[in-house]
């Protein structure tokens, strides 16, 4: 088995997940679809340091890790602020500024 | 280099696997089971780390996703609302179809790149990771990425302090102490509130549950004994139902009864009382609560 298989995997995840942020309504799934393309830039990540014989490709993966969770405390947070003020946690009702 | 044959048996098992979890995300009714399908993505990934000679990563993954950010995504949909269902109709005309195609478009469009790209001869990372992974990226991170690895220490705060504000609530009004609550209570008893606790739920001879209401000394039930969550789903019973049930258990007990009693003739009188004490049990219930006090010893006096 050739490593570029792992390339594969990472490209059908991160299409996945893609499709997910532009199909699904729910917010919260629309989240998690983004944490699943930022797992998938990783694992690519992951694949390349091992090409390349250089720990550096796990590093930036640790940082996309970091800056993740942080991501998601932010976001989660501002979903449930959404939810407190309009009873609703779908992104098409998030439309105030639409005339 | 090509991977051996361990692991190639891994990926294989693994990969179509991910990929079905993954693609459960994106079908999912259901916010949950696309949470639960995350998770098992981000195990998979944890596990190829490791296999891709990735430990601390694959450790890290383990702690950092499923155990911190699924559970956070978890609580949220708790405190959202588990069964909060999508909406099926469009806002946008024909967006699922251009979602589906540009899906299929970023597949078809990463594996052609992947596919012709020439990558150079793999080395793996045996040398790199001779002084044990952790060290190695230890030495990496500390070494060339030290302003990075604190501008990240300064936006993990900077996240945590965006966490409290915007979940934080400024309280508008003066907190209720304990004399203001109830004189609130007594200032409603017009309205219809009650003092006193609500009444529990029935007990009947053949049924005890939360969702058969009680039944008033007047015989009628009370429909706030039954859980208020109960009653907005409509899951709730009604005490005829229940009666009508133990009716017709006590009609058949008694014909049971009748039946046998002409074969033994001792067992004539034992029964009758038996017939008298299971009926008098259940409707006892409506018919005994009229006359005398709500404290009857039958539960469905409430």
Same mark, same amino acid.
């Given at each position: 088995?050739?490593?570029?298989?792992?390339? =594969?995997?990472?490209?059908?995840?991160?299409?996945?997940?893609?499709?997910?942020?532009?199909?699904?309504?729910?917010?919260?799934?629309?989240?998690?679809?983004?944490?699943?393309?930022?797992?998938?830039?990783?694992?690519?990540?992951?694949?390349?340091?091992?090409?390349? =014989?250089?720990?550096? =490709?796990?590093?930036?993966?640790?940082?996309?890790?970091?800056?993740?969770?942080?991501?998601?405390?932010? =976001?989660?947070?501002?979903?449930?602020?959404?939810?407190?003020?309009?009873?609703?946690?779908?992104?098409?009702?998030?439309?105030?500024?639409?005339? | 280099?090509?991977?051996?044959?361990?692991?190639?048996?891994?990926?294989?098992?693994?990969?179509?696997?991910?990929?079905?979890?993954?693609?459960?995300?994106?079908?999912?009714?259901?916010?949950?089971?696309?949470?639960?399908?995350?998770?098992?993505?981000?195990?998979?990934?944890?596990?190829?780390?490791?296999?891709?000679?990735?430990?601390?990563?694959?450790?890290?993954?383990?702690?950092?996703?499923?155990?911190?950010?699924?559970?956070?995504?978890?609580?949220?949909?708790?405190?959202?609302?588990?069964?909060?269902?999508?909406?099926?109709?469009?806002?946008?005309?024909?967006?699922?179809?251009?979602?589906?195609?540009?899906?299929?478009?970023?597949?078809?469009?990463?594996?052609?790149?992947?596919?012709?790209?020439?990558?150079?001869?793999?080395?793996?990372?045996?040398?790199?990771?001779?002084?044990?992974?952790?060290?190695?990226?230890?030495?990496?991170?500390?070494?060339?990425?030290?302003?990075?690895?604190?501008?990240?220490?300064?936006?993990?705060?900077?996240?945590?302090?965006?966490?409290?504000?915007? %979940?934080?609530?400024?309280?508008?009004?003066?907190?209720?102490?304990?004399?203001?609550?109830?004189?609130?209570?007594?200032?409603?008893?017009?309205?219809?509130?009650?003092?006193?606790?609500?009444?529990?739920?029935?007990?009947?001879?053949?049924?005890?549950?939360?969702?058969?209401?009680?039944?008033?000394?007047?015989?009628?039930?009370?429909?706030?004994?039954?859980?208020?969550?109960?009653?907005?789903?409509?899951?709730?019973?009604?005490?005829?139902?229940?009666?009508?049930?133990?009716? %017709?258990?006590?009609?058949? /007990?008694?014909?049971?009864?009748?039946?046998?009693?002409?074969?033994?003739?001792?067992?004539?009188?034992?029964?009758?009382?038996?017939?008298?004490?299971?009926?008098?049990?259940?409707?006892?219930?409506? %018919?005994?609560? %009229?006359?005398?006090?709500?404290?009857?010893? /039958?539960?469905?006096?409430?």
């Amino acid at each position: 088995m050739e490593i570029t298989n792992y390339l =594969g995997l990472a490209a059908i995840l991160f299409a996945i997940g893609a499709t997910t942020v532009l199909l699904r309504r729910n917010a919260i799934v629309v989240f998690m679809g983004v944490e699943l393309m930022l797992n998938a830039t990783n694992l690519a990540f992951v694949t390349f340091a091992r090409i390349h =014989g250089d720990v550096t =490709g796990q590093v930036l993966a640790f940082f996309v890790m970091v800056v993740a969770a942080a991501e998601v405390v932010v =976001g989660l947070a501002i979903i449930i602020t959404i939810f407190r003020s309009r009873r609703s946690a779908s992104v098409d009702d998030v439309n105030l500024l639409n005339s | 280099m090509t991977a051996s044959g361990a692991e190639a048996a891994l990926f294989w098992v693994l990969a179509p696997l991910m990929v079905l979890a993954a693609l459960g995300l994106l079908f999912a009714r259901k916010a949950v089971h696309a949470a639960v399908c995350v998770m098992f993505v981000m195990v998979g990934l944890a596990i190829l780390y490791v296999a891709q000679e990735a430990p601390f990563l694959g450790v890290v993954q383990v702690v950092v996703y499923t155990g911190a950010v699924m559970m956070l995504f978890l609580f949220v949909l708790m405190l959202v609302g588990v069964d909060a269902a999508d909406s099926l109709t469009e806002t946008i005309k024909g967006q699922r179809w251009v979602g589906v195609l540009l899906g299929l478009g970023l597949v078809v469009v990463l594996l052609g790149v992947i596919a012709q790209a020439t990558f150079p001869p793999a080395v793996g990372l045996a040398e790199a990771n001779a002084v044990t992974n952790p060290v190695a990226l230890a030495r990496v991170l500390l070494g060339d990425y030290v302003l990075a690895m604190e501008v990240v220490g300064v936006l993990l705060v900077t996240a945590a302090l965006a966490g409290l504000v915007l %979940t934080h609530r400024r309280r508008l009004s003066v907190r209720p102490t304990q004399r203001v609550l109830a004189a609130a209570r007594v200032a409603a008893l017009p309205q219809g509130r009650t003092l006193t606790p609500l009444p529990a739920p029935g007990v009947y001879a053949q049924n005890n549950a939360m969702d058969t209401p009680a039944l008033g000394p007047d015989g009628e039930p009370l429909p706030h004994s039954v859980p208020r969550v109960l009653r907005i789903r409509g899951q709730e019973r009604s005490a005829t139902a229940v009666l009508a049930e133990e009716e %017709t258990l006590v009609a058949r /007990d008694d014909l049971r009864l009748i039946g046998v009693g002409p074969t033994s003739g001792e067992a004539v009188p034992a029964p009758v009382g038996l017939v008298e004490t299971t009926s008098g049990a259940s409707p006892g219930s409506t %018919t005994g609560g %009229t006359g005398t006090t709500g404290e009857d010893e /039958d539960g469905g006096v409430r």
